[in-house]
């Protein structure tokens, strides 16, 4: 199974920025588009940004101009740059990715990580 570990959360004032990093681990996969989800307190799973391996990349509208999605596929990493970072920013933060898996016959999968806390807070 693929497995995703992401870091970089924690606590940060407004205007602050922080960089989340997701790490694929695991054997014989391709990673096709990876993606970054956040959920606050009582509120659904909301998508982030993505990027696919050829680095096409989507925003959530709210997140256009404030948040960077890149990936450096020889570490089978994605990143999520947070810039301006609002009080509403708060929430986990989810990596998912999707794509090939070797061991499985190079069946799709999709994986989801732990999640990292943000919280923005003066």
């Known amino acids: 199974q693929v497995q995703l570990v992401e870091s970089g959360g924690g606590l940060v004032q407004p205007g602050g920025s922080l960089r989340l990093s997701c790490a694929a681990s695991?054997?014989?996969?391709?990673?096709?588009?990876m993606d970054w989800y956040r959920q606050a307190p009582g509120k659904q799973r909301e998508l982030v940004a993505s990027?696919?391996?050829?680095?096409?990349?989507n925003y959530a509208d709210s997140m256009k101009g404030r948040f960077t999605i890149s990936r450096d596929n020889t570490k089978n990493t994605a990143y999520l740059q947070m810039n301006c970072l609002k009080p509403e920013d708060t929430a986990v933060y989810y990596c998912?990715?999707?794509?090939?898996?070797?061991?499985?016959?190079?069946?799709?999968?999709?994986?989801w990580g732990q999640g990292t806390q943000v919280t923005v807070s003066a």
């Open positions: 990027i696919t391996r050829g680095g096409n990349t």
């Open positions: 998912h990715a999707d794509g090939k898996d070797g061991r499985l016959g190079w069946k799709d999968f999709g994986s």
């Open positions: 695991g054997s014989d996969f391709s990673i096709n588009a």
